[in-house]
């Protein structure tokens, strides 16, 4: 299995908000568009606010889950031959999570979940140059505790450890440009994650959550390639998993109805540039200006405001959601790799109890993104410098899961 270098690949992507990060980790979430920090209920609160597993009736919670993401593809449209179209992608996405028994004040629980990453490729001959193909994965093992403070009141916290690969291929053949470039890489990376839940009534939550920053920084090989004639390369380039802040506040009426508003802050502007690094010269000068000089990216700090609705029916609970969602991506540094543009996230799902502890459940969630037009003489790119724009894109996912209580 190829494993990935190249920041460009982490660049590339998000499947269900802008940038490259995956809120949605598990059943609930996605049915409820990620509007899901003050309100949880089952064992993925260790993912979703930790702090609020010590409100947790006192038993062991097990869940777990697939996602099958479909990725639209992407239209470039500009003049012949600079148009072009990126293929389709089918992504499955898996995720775990469990919440032990309550120690005293103290609980704990871990999850597993893969909270980025996707595949964009490109077969047009100026779609090719840049991003034939870039593929990430990143998987995060979240161990996490809390401590109950009050009767209603508590804090959490946990350890990020995360494992990124990827693959990144470029190919200017087809576009008259004799550069190519094969990188592959990995890395292990640590960051923390910070919760806490308050209920001033039994009925109100309120809760603020944060996932600190963690550079991937991503080390492999990288061949590059001039008129068929290549050489290997050490190589090596860092990128943000941006920090996160979450504001949350929940009202449920009888026990039945619930509503979840969540603000959602996620600190974008760390990435600044793409700068790889090689472990011995390029000696060929038209190589080492195309993949060895710095690339601004210049992204900014997005908002994203959540919704989600949750009413209880017997055995049967729906769920539903709407989102908000602002891109990084300035008009000067969007490339191929990520076409992002600003979002409307709309989901829905259920619950069905089978039996007191077992539950199992769909949900679906559309990932509209608007259409982007380029004015001539803004991008970076070459050939976006000339203007025209992105229409397509965006992600469906579906998700089923199953979860246990004992």
């Known amino acids: 299995m190829k494993k990935i270098i190249a920041l460009s690949v982490i660049t590339s992507g998000l499947l269900t908000a802008a940038g490259y990060k995956i809120p949605e980790q598990s059943l609930n979430s996605m049915a409820l568009g990620a509007a899901y920090v003050a309100h949880t209920t089952g064992a993925d609160t260790n993912y979703y606010n930790p702090a609020a597993m010590s409100f947790m009736v006192d038993k062991q919670y097990v869940e777990g889950g697939v996602t099958l993401a479909h990725l639209p593809s992407n239209e470039y449209t500009l003049m012949d031959p600079y148009s072009g179209e990126s293929e389709e992608e089918n992504i499955w996405i898996p995720n775990a999570h469990y919440v032990a028994n ?64 990827g693959v990144v291929n470029s190919d200017g053949a087809d576009a008259g ?36 920053n963690v550079d991937l920084k991503e080390s492999g090989q990288a061949n590059l390639y001039f008129g068929g004639v290549g050489k290997q390369y050490d190589a090596d380039v860092t990128v943000p998993l941006p920090a996160a802040l979450n504001i949350a506040i929940s009202k449920t009426w009888n026990n039945t109805f619930t509503l979840e508003a969540v603000y959602e802050r996620t600190y974008w502007s760390k990435y600044k540039t793409l700068d790889f690094n090689y472990g011995s010269p390029i000696a060929n000068p038209i190589l080492d200006g195309a993949f060895n000089a710095p690339i601004d990216k210049e992204w900014k700090d997005t908002n994203t405001f959540r919704f989600g609705a949750t009413v209880v029916l017997d055995k049967i609970t729906l769920m539903m959601g709407l989102a908000i969602d602002e891109t990084p991506v300035p008009d000067k540094t969007i ?72």
């Open 335 to 406: 490339g191929f790799e990520l076409p992002d543009s600003d979002a409307t996230i709309f989901s829905m799902g259920f619950r069905y109890q089978q039996t007191d502890a077992l539950s199992w459940g769909a949900a679906f969630l559309y990932d509209g993104k608007d259409a982007r037009a380029l004015a001539p003489g803004i991008a970076e790119n070459m050939v976006l410098s000339n203007g025209g724009g992105f229409t397509g894109g965006g992600a469906y996912l579906t998700t089923v899961g199953v979860a246990y209580e004992f």
């Open 102 to 165: 309550a120690i005293g004040n103290f609980r704990w629980g871990v999850s597993l979940t893969a909270p980025g990453g996707l595949t964009k490729r490109w077969n047009t001959p100026f779609q090719k140059l840049y991003a034939e193909e870039f593929t990430l994965k990143i998987v995060e093992l979240n161990p996490s505790a809390s401590y109950k403070v009050t009767d209603n009141f508590s804090i959490g916290g946990g350890v990020r450890i995360i494992y990124s690969e």
């Open 177 to 212: 440009a004799p550069l190519k470039r094969e990188m592959e890489g990995d890395t292990i990376e640590f960051g923390y994650n910070l919760a806490m839940l308050y209920k001033p009534t039994n009925d109100i939550n309120l809760a603020i959550t944060y996932r600190s």
